[in-house]
């Protein structure tokens, strides 16, 4: 099975910082973990049971060691893995995802504009304001959603 797969943070370094979010979607749909709620070791191997290919952006540098460093014993390593942000880069699209979101006309709702706006929602939502986790939990949905559209125009331009 193939997996789409993002997490939110509490910022950049996976030593200091801790895993909020983590998201995958199947291509029909997306399921998250909540720190605090039901993320642990033992959630994330079970999510990622079946799982054979995974696809991030930016999940080579950023999402996967992360989440080596947080859950050492996730079945994380036999995973093939597809980073969109260096195939991207193979077609001459620079930037992060939102740029090659803006650059393929792909459109979001939850109105946030990058992981630190994630960052502070997060921590609202730990002062107590349950409508921060909803638009964090849309924000990663976002994410997860526009890379299965940035995958596929990414495989149609290698077509071409």
């Avoid at 609202?124 to 349950?130: E, L, N, P």
Wanted: proline content about 2%.
């Amino acid at each position: 099975m193939k997996i789409y797969l993002d997490i939110e943070t509490t910022g950049l370094s996976r030593t200091h910082n801790s895993v909020t979010v983590v998201g995958i979607f199947d291509g029909k749909q997306v399921i998250q973990l909540v720190s605090g709620i039901d993320l642990c070791e033992e959630s994330l191997s079970s999510l990622l049971g079946d799982v054979e290919r995974v696809v991030t952006f930016n999940g080579k540098r950023f999402d996967i060691p992360f989440l080596k460093h947080h859950f050492p014993n996730a079945p994380l390593s036999h995973l093939e893995h597809f980073d969109l942000m260096y195939l991207g880069w193979k077609l001459g699209w620079r930037g992060g995802q939102k740029a090659i979101e803006k650059r393929l006309g792909l459109s979001r709702n939850s109105g946030i504009r990058n992981g630190r706006e994630a960052v502070r929602l997060w921590h609202a939502y730990k002062r107590g304001d349950q409508s921060a986790l909803e638009r964090l939990l849309e924000y990663n949905s976002e994410d997860l959603i526009n890379m299965h559209l940035i995958e596929a125009a990414i495989t149609r331009e290698f077509k071409n």
